[in-house]
């Protein structure tokens, strides 16, 4: 077994776990590392204010040869962390643009949260699975960028919730973006292929009206609503869920749909879970809360699972992922001691690290989340089962 340990942006091959003399900047502190991290992250906000505004005051963001337009209302004062953002997916689909162009416009007016901002975006492109290509996580992920930036919006206070095609969205973009979340809420949808394993740090609500038959989403509801009892069953601390079907109600539920937005309201993201449950769909992603991989083990149908207990970091499942990244800062561990890795019954790493500034720029590029800033990293080639 060979642990390969990135410090300060300097790579070391290790064949025995204790850390070795680092090389590269210089050693930080924990408060050295916290003034870093505000400085960086302060530099890296007064740089997008300049390079997003226009975008978010003509409220249409353009990546590559697609744009996605969005219009949002304000409501309540926000609370002395920000505002909450609720991001509400129309439905529509493979339809014309204008029958889909339609469809946002009525997603606009569609619910009314007590407090924050209710943001509804119009969908870049008008195909069948129009809100779970892959580019729509980036594009969701810049909204939330700027949210943050110019409407003064708490990070830890996101969601997303979706109608029909939208809740199609909602089935697959919850699970492998809950890292950005804090709760969703699905209405009238499909889930396709989505798998629930991803939602086990995130609240996650689904309504279906009882007569909704077309392609059996009632059917797939209730299957829906057995597994997410299911996986609590089994992991108590997590897969917090409420499942309505509205008997008697079909594809249009009335609005009795609307009382998933103050169900949400109540949850908050965290950032640092205890307990990282990591299933890549076909939309794969490098890094899910403190856990990263590199390009060549981003791999769909790929689950990881870890468990934190204190210092201590225990992989239970790294399927088909052969390594991957533990990332690390002074609110998820005490980096001033010693930081243990075991895979199974085997141990991985023993050892101190080192707080890096090179990581934190890393990770700040990454993700582009003050809570995503980490000051260390370890990088594990996992041992063969």
Partial sequence: MVLRLILFGAAI???????????????????QAEEVANSLWQDHQAMLRDKHRAEWEAK????????????????????KDGHALFISMHGGGGAPAQVNEQ?????IGL??????????????????NLWHEAHVDKFLERIIGDAVLFENVDPNRVYIMGYSAGGDGVYQLAPRMADRLAAAAMMAGHPNDA???GLRNIGFT??????????????????????????????????????TIHEGLGHWMNREDAVAVPWMADFVRDPN???IVWFQSGVTHGQYYWVAVDKENEIAGSTVVVNRDGQTFTIDKADKVKRLSILLNDSLVD????IVVRFGDRELFHGRLSRSKSVLEETLQERGDRSYLFSAKIEIDLPEE
């Fill in 335 to 338: 980096l001033d001691q010693p």
């Fill in 111 to 128: 619910y009314q949260p007590a407090e924050g901002i209710y943001l509804s975006p119009r969908a870049p492109t008008d195909t069948w």
């Fill in 206 to 243: 689904l309504h279906m009206g009882g007569d909704d038959d077309a392609y059996n989403r009632n059917k797939v509801a209730a299957e829906w609503r057995q597994k997410l009892a299911d996986l609590q069953t089994d992991d108590p601390a997590g897969y917090r869920h409420s499942v």
């Fill in 103 to 107: 469809q946002w416009n009525n997603q």
């Fill in 273 to 275: 879970p205890k307990r």
């Fill in 13 to 31: 091959n290790l064949l025995v776990s204790p850390i070795a003399a680092w090389q590269g900047d210089s050693e930080l502190s924990r408060e």
């Fill in 195 to 197: 798998s629930p394993l």
């Fill in 60 to 79: 249409k963001i353009t990546l590559g040869e697609l744009e996605m337009k969005f219009d949002f209302r304000t409501f309540g004062e926000a609370p």
